[in-house]
């Protein structure tokens, strides 16, 4: 877990996401002050809740990528659901709380692999002693001396040869305790175990190459103590888990399309007191949810954050607006992000040997028909840019493993020939990009 100041925070954000530095800002500093907190005495800690984020944005603008990047730097516990998944109690559909059981499963995930990490070496020793214990069966106790020290020295070669891959297509018998029988999700109930919950073997029959994959969670159980684990997934879940809450528009009507879904305030109503804090069943055990840091996000085109029910907008008491894409920085996401799509069209071309480039006025009269498609029709944000790109590249990509060794460069005409007739309706834009 790597706690990084809100400048670092953004300057990572920023090779990723351009522009909606206001979003950006909120949340290095929603995340800084976790970090903050769990330094103070006890007392103090419980009485400071995070201040929860509500991010307004048009759809395509960011609001999704800024999430999606910033649960990859952080090693923190983090999910993202979306709101219109979830059905009031009472409906089919998940319930509200299961979002707090993925977190902590998200946060036993982490640790299990912050573990794996810490503990490689005595992992490998578990793994490869098994195998050899199964390759070549140990004496019982009753071996003589000579028996035991020959045993010794082949078991000892053994385990250099599982270790060194050199027996891995050997097929073996072992047996690996079955993975848990999963518990049984019930609707809007939770999770009921309908299995007893002991630890089950099996022998299997593989090669010694899968065995080695498949002991690996047994390993990590057997030098651990997964209580230990459990309680520290629960904990760290618990203080600085992360639940984004996407399209949660989607939850709220305005008052004529109220009527048609009337379950749709239910589902706020639930997220009423995980947000505000109450405790919530685990498979590890009881979670408290009053230090969960929530981001939700929405379009909010259709609704407005005043038709969420009153208590729920009291509890997002920080709200960011992302901005609507200019052409500049329709731009500069097409060049200039790591992972651009421009990027990422040049290499997966490459993969057939054909060498792509765009030339600058190209590039510009991408960014120009983006920005151009999304006023004359809906505005579908940095989308937009996905499918120009995508119809401009239609034929070189249908050909391009008839061209490999070639070298293509994109120019401007190149774009206006491809898209100048479709931009002329706004019909045709509408169906086309
Ligand atoms: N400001 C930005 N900088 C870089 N890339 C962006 C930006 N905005 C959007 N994108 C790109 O556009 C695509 C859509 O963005 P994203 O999923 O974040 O939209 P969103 O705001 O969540 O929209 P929606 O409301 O529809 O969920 C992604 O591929 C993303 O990389
Ligand atoms: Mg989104």
Same mark, same amino acid.
């Given at each position: ?38 330094? !103070?005495?006890? *007392? ?5 809740? &995070?201040? %929860?984020?509500?991010? +307004?944005? /048009?759809? #395509? ?108 297509? !050997?097929?073996? *018998? ?5 993975? &848990?029988? %999963?518990?049984?999700? +019930?609707? /809007?109930? #939770? ?118 029910? &009153? ?123």
């Amino acid at each position: 877990m790597t706690y990084k100041t809100p400048k670092e925070i953004v300057e990572y954000l920023d090779e990723y996401i351009i522009g909606q530095d206001k979003a950006k800002k909120a949340i290095a500093i929603a995340l800084r002050n976790r970090f903050r907190r769990i330094q !103070l005495p006890k *007392e103090v800690q419980d009485e400071i809740v &995070p201040k %929860n984020i509500l991010m +307004i944005g /048009n759809t #395509g603008v960011g609001k999704t990528e800024i999430s999606r990047r910033m649960a990859k730097i952080l090693g923190l516990p983090f999910i993202k659901v979306e709101a219109s998944k979830y059905t009031e109690v009472g409906f089919v559909g998940r319930d509200v709380e299961s979002m707090v059981r993925d977190l902590v499963n998200a946060s036993m995930n982490l640790i299990k692999s912050d573990y794996r990490k810490k503990n490689a070496d005595k992992i490998e020793d578990y793994i490869i002693s098994k195998i050899t214990n199964s390759l070549i069966p140990p004496l019982p106790n009753t071996a003589s001396e000579t028996k035991k020290e020959e045993y010794r020295i082949s078991s000892n070669k053994m385990k250099q040869k599982v270790k060194d891959g050199l027996v891995d297509n !050997l097929e073996i *018998e072992i047996e690996v305790t079955d993975a &848990p029988i %999963n518990p049984f999700p +019930i609707p /809007n109930i #939770g999770i009921v175990e309908i299995f007893p919950k002991q630890q089950k073997t099996k022998k299997i029959k593989t090669s010694v190459k899968e065995a080695k994959e498949l002991l690996k969670n047994e390993a990590i159980e057997n030098i651990t103590n997964i209580d230990e684990l459990k309680s520290e997934a629960l904990k760290r879940a618990e203080e600085s888990g992360i639940i984004f809450i996407d399209e949660i528009d989607k939850t709220a009507s305005a008052e004529s399309s109220l009527r048609q879904n009337p379950n749709k305030e239910g589902v706020q109503r639930d997220l009423l007191p995980i947000v505000e804090g109450s405790i919530v069943d685990t498979k590890y055990g009881q979670i408290k949810t009053d230090y969960i840091l929530f981001i939700a996000a929405g379009a909010f085109q259709l609704s407005k954050p005043s038709d969420l029910i &009153p208590e729920l907008q009291g509890r997002f008491p920080i709200r960011v607006e992302l901005d609507a894409l200019s052409e500049e920085d329709l731009y500069k996401i097409l060049t200039q992000t790591k992972n651009s799509i421009i990027k990422q069209y040049i290499l997966l071309l490459g993969t057939e040997g054909l060498r792509l480039e765009f030339d600058e006025e190209a590039l510009r009269a991408i960014a120009k028909f983006a920005y151009i498609a999304n006023e004359k029709t809906e505005d579908i944000g940095a989308r937009r840019l996905h499918t120009i790109v995508e119809k401009v590249l239609e034929d070189i990509s249908f050909k391009a493993p008839e061209m490999s060794g070639e070298s293509i460069i994109i120019t401007k005409k190149d774009i206006e020939d491809k898209l100048d007739s479709i931009i002329q309706s706004a019909d045709i834009t509408r169906y086309i990009l």
